[in-house]
C-alpha cells in the first residue's frame, strides 16, 4: 500500500515576508486612494486572484494595516478602511511595475548607443529603477514591425504597461492597432496620436521660444526655414509657434521651405542660391532654422561672405545635435532621454487609472543660449 505524501509550500523568512507585505501595501495604495473611510476592502480571496501573493502575505498585510488603525475588520464581514488612512507618499502608485519596452535596437550599428532609443530606454529604466520597477525589452528589429511572435510573448508576459518607441518618422498605426488589442495601457513617445496615450515635444514651444528670443535680442525682421514637406504633425506645429510668437512680438517674418538632405550639395547649393540672397535683400537679421543642419550650413556660406555671425544676423537652431556642437550654435535641445521619466510616469498614471485615457502630455525644451545670437 503506498503512503500519501502530502507536500507543504515554503515558509517564507521573516525577511522575505516584510519585503512581500510592502511590496503588497504599495500595490494596493492606489485602489485604498480612491475609497472613503468605512468603505470595504478587497477580501483575502480577492487579493489571492488580483495579486501574485501567498494568503499569508495578504494577513499580514491586513494585520499590519489594523495596528496601524487604518482598516478595522467586522467579524463576518470583512475589512473596512477607517478615517485614518492617509496617504505620506504620493508617488506610491509608481511602485512595483512590469513594463514592456517595444522599441528599435539595432545591436550591431555603432551608432545605437547615440541613438534616440538608447537615450529613451536608459532614462525609462533608470525612472523604474528608482520605483523598483521591472522592464523587459521586445525588439523591432530586424523586422521593424509588431510579429505575431511578439504579440504572443507580451501576452504571456502580462506586463501592467507596454511603452513604444520608434527611431524615425515612421510611426505605424498598424502596430499600435496590434499592441491594443492586447488591451495592455500603451504609451507612445515622440508621435501625436488620438487612439493612444502619448508623449511628445511642444513643437510650438519649440520655435515660439526661438523667435521670442531673437525679439529679445533686437531682431524684428526674421526668417524661419525648414522642410519643404510638412506632412508630420511636428513641421506644422513648428510652423504654427513660430505663426503665434510673430504675432505675440509684433515682428516681421518670411518662412521659407527646403527639400531635406542632410548636408548634401543639392541642399547647400540651394541655400547658397535661392535662401542667402532673399534673407541679404530682405535685410533679414535673424533666423530660425527647424533643425541644427540647416542652421550650420547658413553659418558657413556666410562666412564665405564675409557676414558675421551674430553681429550681421543671428542664428538659433532646433536639436542641439552633438556632432555640430564645435559651431557653438544657439538651439532649442531636443533629447529623446527627456521622453523617459515623463513617459514612466504618464504608464504609472494610466494603469492605476488616475487619469483618462487616451492622454498627451507635451514636454517643454529649453533653449540653449551659445555665440551665434
Known sequence: MKSAVTTRKKRLDPREMSRQVEQLRRRMMPELMKLKPSDMLPSENELTKRYTYSRAVIRNLYRQLQQEGIVRS????????????????????????????????E???????????????????SQASNFRSRTKLYNLWPEMKVTLDMLEHISEDNPDGILLH??????SDEDIRKLKLLNIPLVLTGYESKEVNCIVFDHEQITSSAVEHLVERGHHNLAFI???????????????????????????????????????DDTRNYI?????????????????????????????????????????????????????????????????????????????????????????RKIVCPLIVRSTT
Open 226 to 264: 525648414q522642410r519643404s514637406d510638412r506632412s508630420f504633425f511636428w513641421m506644422k506645429e513648428r510652423f504654427q509657434g513660430v505663426e503665434k510668437a510673430v504675432a505675440r512680438t509684433g515682428a516681421e517674418c518670411i518662412c521659407r521651405s527646403i527639400e531635406f538632405h542632410p548636408m548634401s
Open 166 to 171: 520608434y527611431n524615425s518618422d515612421a510611426c
Open 272 to 360: 547658397r542660391e535661392n535662401i542667402i540672397p532673399e534673407l541679404i535683400e530682405k535685410k533679414v537679421t535673424g533666423v530660425v532654422c527647424s533643425g541644427d543642419i540647416y542652421a550650420t550650413i547658413l553659418i558657413d556660406e556666410f562666412n564665405e561672405l564675409g557676414i558675421k555671425v551674430p553681429d550681421d544676423i543671428a542664428i538659433v537652431g532646433v536639436d542641439d545635435i552633438w556632432g555640430l556642437r564645435h559651431y557653438d550654435l544657439t538651439t532649442v535641445q531636443l533629447k529623446s532621454g527627456r521622453f523617459g521619466d515623463a513617459a514612466y510616469d504618464l504608464l504609472a498614471d494610466i494603469i492605476h487609472h488616475n487619469i483618462p485615457s487616451p492622454t498627451m
Open 107 to 125: 545591436h550591431g550599428n555603432p551608432e545605437t548607443p547615440n541613438s534616440s532609443a538608447a537615450a529613451l530606454l536608459s532614462s525609462f529604466e
Open 74 to 105: 467586522h467579524q463576518c464581514k470583512g475589512f473596512f478602511l477607517t478615517d485614518k488612512f492617509q496617504v505620506k507618499d504620493p508617488n506610491i502608485h509608481k511602485y512595483d511595475l512590469s513594463i514592456g519596452i517595444v522599441a528599435y535596437i
